[in-house]
């Protein structure tokens, strides 16, 4: 998986795929009882530059230093209070318009067809499953993938460093693996959690809010079609 567009071969970042996952996981003590060994992993495969590293090694020093119910709530507060940080990236894309059921099997069957399958109670959109599956992808896929869903990184990545949260790293990690570099876009004052949705606010053509309307164009397709050589899909 290359680094920058420049760099014509692709790295492998299969651990470094793995570790970020696994950081964007609710930090309960197996978590935390795993950071050094993925430290470890992510300075061993040296999929990331420097600087990037060290961010993530400072999230690390944070995540093992501060006391569990902090952690944990933090991590609450931060990612499930509300949508510009959600890491359910089809909430991002469709949010809940009547188009994520049928993206969500699509995504589920796409995983089904690689030999993975979701646990119970897991969402196949849930960006920490998304990054175990392009985990398993060879470098050059796996770069594609992450391409193709880049623009939603940077706006949760935006977000993210609006809070000055130190999981800002996690993000910018991603964009470097898929070779994209991090933009600024405008963060849109988010509604209550339970207001009604209006016309959707656009991150570099995709809605962070969800499509309005049932004839507004898909903005990402992470699912990709197998190519005509693949035959046609069960």
Aim: glycine fraction near 6%; aromatic fraction near 6%; hydrophobic fraction near 45%.
């Amino acid at each position: 998986m290359a680094l920058f567009n420049s760099i014509p071969k692709a790295t492998k970042a299969t651990k470094s795929l793995r570790v970020l996952a696994r950081l964007l996981g609710y930090p309960d003590a197996g978590l935390r009882g795993d950071l050094a060994d993925m430290r470890s992993a992510l300075h061993e495969e040296k999929a990331l530059m420097p600087l990037r590293l060290a961010e993530l090694d400072a999230l690390i020093d944070l995540l093992q230093r501060q006391p569990a119910l902090e952690a944990e709530a933090g991590y609450v507060e931060l990612f499930d209070r509300g949508r510009a940080t959600s890491l359910h990236l089809f909430e991002h894309v469709h949010g809940d318009s009547r188009d994520r059921g049928p993206a969500m099997i699509d995504l589920a069957q796409t995983y089904g067809k690689a030999g993975m399958y979701l646990a119970e109670g897991e969402m196949p959109d849930f960006l920490p499953v998304v990054l175990e599956f392009t985990s398993t992808q060879p470098p050059r896929e796996a770069r594609e993938f992450l391409g193709e869903m880049a623009h939603i990184f940077n706006a949760i990545f935006a977000a993210l460093q609006q809070r000055a949260s130190p999981y800002a790293a996690v993000l910018g990690a991603l964009l470097e693996l898929a070779g994209e570099k991090a933009q600024p876009v405008e963060i849109a004052a988010e509604e209550a959690i339970d207001a009604v949705w209006q016309e959707p606010v656009v991150f570099d053509g995709c809605s962070s809010k969800g499509q309005s309307k049932p004839d507004q164009p898909q903005p990402i397709h992470i699912v990709r079609k197998p190519r005509p050589s693949q035959g046609a899909q069960a």
